[in-house]
């Protein structure tokens, strides 16, 4: 049997610079596919790494003529270009199986199904296992209805099965398929934070212990929070060194949680010796930062030169009505440890909140100037399928765009109690403005004592983000 994982071709976030991350979803995906089911021929398609756009792709697969076509799900914004492959696949050869999952295809399984014939199934919640069930009986062609976490249509019926029982343990997951991209290994890059750095993705855990209404990860993943061991972590960030030449290494954990569990990863990490010849990447919770600063020169130690931190807002009254559980107090505290610690403070902001005005824009602007981060990343606050905030304000009519490609961040898709979508846009483009078309902050960038800071705001300065970031539209 014949399987064609497929990163489609799609745009990347505007403000990444030159950017190509491998494709961490699909390449676990394989590799559990590759060690649970035998005689399989498994192919990986990375449009992005090997510059195949929609005609060329249209050739790739009537080349390898899969049996099962798997895309690439990641984000909503992605939705039509997972659409747009299937839709080539189903021209060439309608038998071909096609299968989607991840987190948007989960939240919208029965409407999805109903609207896109070019869909055959639907993986729900975690992948791995049902997937491999689905792999077999399509192999053996036996029946659908038994697959745990498996969505279909069945002529004219919608079939939902039970969902799919989290996997115990995540160190039992063999390390993703890298070997299945070997040749694209180099081109993997995030030239903004890494320069030429081999680029590459961990998982360290999956889902989060807090309920942020903005996000789909506590549906997602049953309100569980899992993690893999320190051991195991480190064993694949060496594994990703020594095998691939990967010395930067995003850690994607929505939380990783700190503590005793990342202190012991950067035990692991210094007692393997690569520590120097390491840099990683984690996002973090400001409380965290602050109840744990005594572990961040560990961390710096270990090769952690950078760490985003989601502050969303700089008033209580929005913190707390997005369920973020942090006080604004916590963000200069925060930035202040994560800068004398060495470490670069990146940091994320939600605009478009409900309750947003021009004040209250203007305020949280002021506020972002006075903790002074090293980087920020401004959002519009985006209700994406699966998400508390999706459920509210698509009962109360707050959402005027449901076209999925807006939902990147960038686009306002409803407005506020005082902001229409236009002027929700126009914020968005005021604080990035602030940011960036400030003087000080650009020359303090480029010259700065941190050499990481320094070379990011030099790299940006070279590919024009900074002026374009400034004088944004």
Known sequence: MKILFLEPPKDFWFLMGEYLPPPLGILELAAYIEENNED??????????????????????????????APSALSTCNTYTVLRSLEIAKKINPDIKTVVGGQHFTALAQETLEKYPEIDFIIRGEGEITLSELVKALKHEKSFYSIIGLSFKHGDKIVHNPPQSLIKNLDDLPFPAYHLVEEHMKKYNFKMMAGSAGYALVEASRGCSHRCKFCSQWEHWGGKWRTKSSQRIADEMEYLFNEHGSSFLWLTDDNPGLGKRTSALCDELIKKGISSELMWFVQARSDDIIRHEQILPKMHKAGNLWVMMGLERHDESSLESLNKNLRPSDANKSIDLLKKNGIFAQTTFITGNRTDSHESMNDMREFINQIDPDLAIFMILTPFPGTEIYDTAKRKGWIEDYNWANYDMIHAVMPTEHLTRNEVQEELYKCYRSFYGSIKRRVTGLFSQNKFKRKTYRYMASQGLLQSLGDLF
């Open 40 to 69: 399989m021929d498994i192919k990986i398609l990375d449009c992005q790494a090997e510059g195949i756009g929609w005609s060329k792709l249209k050739k790739q697969i009537e080349s390898f003529n899969p049996d099962i076509l």
